[in-house]
């Protein structure tokens, strides 16, 4: 699609700092897409693909969506779900995957149900009292803006709430995960939710999309005799179908197929056993599913 003269540039909020910084921009940058080389630019046009960047804070952003300023943003999800704001996910981005998890100190035998009455420390107070609204428990919350961590040591609450990666700053403050996730979380796009879908959001989400693939397929070749080619197909079904054509060599066929980039080690073990030769492994550089 051409950028017209006559449509508004689409307007794309994305996180100025923090976690999903650094990987939203690059991911926008491998969709084609132009993005700021000096990170004290707030705002950068790419004219040629009809898209305004707005770089934000990214708990800032469902908020700019949600009130229509902005067209479509990336944020996380406990991010948006935590603003209540009045915008949805349109994607899941592969990036930025976190759990948001209860702790308390080690050895204490907390629950959900045992937090009623008691004190909790988060920076997610939207999403935490939704959580505990859904299971009737009436605590309250304590809202900090970050190392919510010390809030226990520190005696200003008795459990905390909040954003888990590889769970080591729990560990150092003495804590324990208690209770089910309250949530899964992973960089999304989102847009405003009842709204018409913005011009150029669908070559947006495709472009993002075909990031994904690119990053989580590899291109399988390999040659085989070709009264084999069917286990082998079924070994490699690809995203659609295998391409199978036929080889100088009598009797035998070359089979092109896309296959997920984890697993394809074993894949091509397989194949090998099968009797398939030649099998080559390429990066896609970009695609369009
Ligand atoms: N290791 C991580 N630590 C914290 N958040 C992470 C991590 N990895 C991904 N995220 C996600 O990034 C978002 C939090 O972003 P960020 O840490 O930038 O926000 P913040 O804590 O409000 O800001 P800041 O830490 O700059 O004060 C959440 O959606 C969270 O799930
Ligand atoms: O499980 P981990 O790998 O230890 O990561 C999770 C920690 O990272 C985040 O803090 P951040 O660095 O954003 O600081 P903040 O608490 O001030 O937001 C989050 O709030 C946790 O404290
Ligand atoms: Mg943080």
């Given at each position: 699609?051409e950028?017209?003269?006559?449509?508004?540039?689409?307007?794309?909020?994305?996180?100025?700092?923090g976690?999903?910084?650094?990987a939203?921009?690059?991911?926008?940058?491998?969709?084609?897409?132009?993005?700021?080389?000096d990170?004290?630019?707030?705002?950068?046009?790419?004219?040629?693909?009809?898209?305004?960047?707005?770089?934000?804070?990214?708990?800032?952003?469902?908020?700019?969506?949600?009130?229509?300023?902005?067209?479509?943003?990336?944020?996380?999800?406990?991010?948006?779900?935590?603003?209540?704001?009045?915008?949805?996910?349109?994607?899941?981005?592969?990036?930025?995957?976190?759990?948001?998890?209860?702790a308390?100190?080690?050895?204490?035998d907390?629950?959900?149900?045992?937090?009623?009455?008691?004190?909790?420390?988060?920076?997610?107070?939207?999403?935490?009292?939704?959580?505990?609204?859904?299971?009737?428990?009436?605590?309250r919350?304590i809202?900090?803006?970050g190392?919510v961590?010390?809030?226990?040591?520190?005696?200003?609450?008795?459990?905390?709430?909040?954003?888990?990666?590889?769970?080591?700053?729990?560990?150092?403050?003495?804590?324990e995960?208690?209770?089910?996730?309250?949530?899964?979380?992973?960089?999304?796009?989102?847009?405003?939710?009842?709204?018409?879908?913005?011009?150029?959001?669908?070559?947006?989400?495709?472009?993002?999309?075909?990031?994904?693939?690119?990053?989580?397929?590899?291109?399988?070749?390999?040659?085989?005799?070709?009264?084999?080619?069917?286990?082998?197909?079924?070994l490699?079904?690809?995203?659609?179908?295998?391409?199978?054509?036929?080889?100088?060599?009598?009797?035998?066929?070359?089979?092109?197929?896309?296959?997920?980039?984890?697993?394809?080690?074993?894949?091509?073990?397989?194949?090998?056993?099968?009797?398939?030769?030649?099998?080559?492994?390429?990066?896609?550089?970009?695609?369009?599913?």
């Amino acid at each position: 699609m051409e950028p017209s003269p006559d449509r508004p540039l689409l307007r794309v909020a994305v996180p100025n700092k923090g976690s999903l910084s650094d990987a939203a921009i690059q991911m926008l940058r491998e969709a084609g897409y132009r993005q700021r080389g000096d990170n004290k630019e707030l705002i950068l046009a790419d004219d040629a693909n009809g898209v305004e960047f707005y770089y934000l804070r990214p708990r800032d952003i469902a908020v700019y969506v949600g009130e229509g300023t902005l067209d479509v943003g990336i944020t996380g999800r406990d991010m948006l779900l935590d603003s209540r704001a009045a915008a949805d996910e349109t994607a899941a981005l592969g990036f930025g995957g976190t759990r948001f998890r209860f702790a308390a100190p080690a050895g204490q035998d907390w629950s959900v149900e045992r937090l009623a009455g008691s004190r909790i420390a988060t920076s997610y107070p939207g999403l935490v009292g939704s959580y505990l609204a859904d299971r009737g428990v009436d605590a309250r919350l304590i809202k900090l803006d970050g190392a919510v961590e010390s809030a226990i040591r520190l005696g200003v609450a008795d459990a905390v709430a909040d954003v888990v990666e590889t769970g080591t700053t729990l560990r150092r403050a003495g804590l324990e995960l208690f209770g089910e996730p309250i949530l899964e979380s992973e960089a999304i796009l989102i847009a405003r939710r009842g709204e018409v879908p913005p011009a150029g959001l669908d070559q947006l989400a495709r472009r993002l999309d075909g990031v994904l693939v690119a990053r989580n397929w590899v291109m399988m070749d390999y040659d085989i005799a070709a009264e084999l080619a069917d286990r082998a197909a079924a070994l490699t079904p690809g995203f659609e179908s295998p391409t199978v054509s036929p080889l100088a060599r009598e009797g035998w066929v070359a089979v092109r197929a896309m296959v997920r980039r984890e697993g394809s080690q074993l894949i091509m073990d397989q194949l090998y056993a099968l009797g398939a030769r030649a099998i080559l492994v390429t990066d896609i550089a970009a695609c369009r599913i």
